[in-house]
């Protein structure tokens, strides 16, 4: 079955390039984002790792350790990462996963559909993982989900700004509305009554509707 949000993220052991973890206790009490990518040295995933790695300090501010994987080797991606130093301009200090034997690949649901008619299992092509993101909290509990073709790149500054918003949305009682970026107004949840608002957001919030009050983002 897949994995849900709220579902708490599995646990496993798996050798990266800065040694064997335990997701949980590597976890420890912050935030963390598992992303897989398809294979090593190919040309999508060389551009979305080296952005990772720009944006890695960003989410190191936040508190939120970032750890890639893919079913190659452990030695692979530590020589791919000087590929990716070279054309991208950003270091990889974030570790990866080297998931040979798919452990962590099926425990998280991170590969394809294996193609019909084959009776021999898994083929080359449905061995390797797609573009998966999970965003997990301190809590070990699986916040997002987000699944991409081998085909597409994802928006890294998406992952940014939902972490954001869930970090934000985890502390007050407020949601952020379409295209929301940090800093900008918020929305008091419809749980909360203008009651216990006025006692939450003494400054006061614009009622657009009676179920869409609009309200400074809380600091
Ligand atoms: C790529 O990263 O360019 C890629 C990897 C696997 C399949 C298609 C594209």
């Known amino acids: 079955m897949s994995l849900r949000i709220n579902d708490e993220a599995p646990n496993f052991t798996a050798p990266t390039t800065q ?5 949980h206790e590597w976890i420890g009490n912050g935030w963390a984002i598992l992303f897989s990518h398809p294979k090593d040295f190919t040309p999508v995933c060389t551009t979305e790792l080296g952005y990772m790695a720009k944006l890695e300090p960003e989410f190191r501010k936040r508190n939120c350790k970032i750890v890639g994987l893919s079913v190659d080797p452990v030695e692979n991606h530590e020589k791919w990462a000087k590929d990716i130093e070279e054309t991208q301009g950003y270091a990889v200090n974030y570790p990866m996963i080297g998931d040979g034997d798919l452990k962590v690949a099926k425990l998280y649901n991170m590969l394809p559909a294996e193609e019909t008619g084959t009776s021999e299992g898994r083929t080359a092509a449905t061995n390797a ?3 998966s993101v999970f965003i997990i909290g301190p809590d070990k509990k699986i916040k997002l989900t987000l699944t ?3 085909s597409t790149g994802r928006n890294f500054d998406e992952i940014l ?10 502390n007050y009682k407020v949601a952020t509305p379409v295209n929301w970026k940090n800093g900008e107004d918020v ?3 419809p749980a909360v009554s203008d009651d216990d608002a006025r006692k939450m957001f003494p400054d006061g919030w614009k009622t657009v509707k009676p ?3 609009i309200v400074k983002q809380p600091h």
């Open 19 to 23: 040694g064997i973890i335990n997701f």
């Open 129 to 131: 993982t797609v573009r």
């Open 148 to 150: 991409y073709p081998m």
């Open 161 to 170: 700004r939902v972490l954001d918003s869930i970090q934000l949305t985890a």
């Open 187 to 189: 929305i008091i949840v």
């Open 211 to 213: 179920y869409l009050r």
